[in-house]
């Protein structure tokens, strides 16, 4: 059976990245393209707009169409908006959008009870692997081991640290409460005479350059040895085909709140 989904923000780089390849996935059928109203791609066809043929679906600002699951890529105050025409509509949603404040996310969790949503700083299957990775490492080195996380992206990132360094420091300090090692403290860069480095902390570096898509590097170290493991990604199609396949993975689900962890390991609905 197809799934039917709406992709929000389809006139930025992800939006016509996720209308491209869902046209190209026959397990999906594109039942629409959302954006703010006052767009001026609004009324163009979201196949034209994505580079690929013309789909008979114009760009809208409301959702008229029936649709198994939301597809949101685009900014903290568009993921309210659109969770609430969801929560309307009882229809299942995906954010990959960004840099909430607190309030926003709770207004997110306040949903879960209602419908399923999957949030995830970052679809990529290496990235969530990656994350898989780093809990297991914060929770098999001591304190011994100084920790940094350092992420690299585009000039037109608005938000930093990325929500994937913070997903990464969040995992790591998730291990170390696995073992009874109390939260470590946070630093985000460094600048003058900062004192020596103290045990157990974490810190954190964020990189602008060009048009890098994103890059992720965390290092554990201590007086003898180093072990660095990363993620690099080379387009935006890494993104767009996970957010796709948490899209097919959530409809039918329970409400909920879920994650990119949940999709690949079956872990079930998220805290």
Known sequence: MTTRIAITGAAGRMGRRLIALAWEDSALGLAAALEGAGSPALGEDAGSLAGIKPLGVPVAASLASPTDVLIEFSLPAGTLHWLDVCLEKKIPIV???TGHTADQLDRIRVATATIPVLKAANMSVGVNVLLRVAKLLGQSLDNSYDTEISETHHRFKVDAPSGTAIALKDAIIE??????????????????????????????HALRIGDTVGEHTVAFGNLGETITIGHSAHSRDTFAAGALRAAKWLVGRKPGLYGMQDVLFGDGASD
């Open 175 to 204: 291990g170390r409460k696995a073992v009874g090692r109390e939260v470590s403290p946070i630093v985000h860069g460094r600048q003058g005479h900062s004192g020596q480095r103290p045990a157990g902390e974490i810190g954190m």
């Open 95 to 97: 954010v990959g959008t």
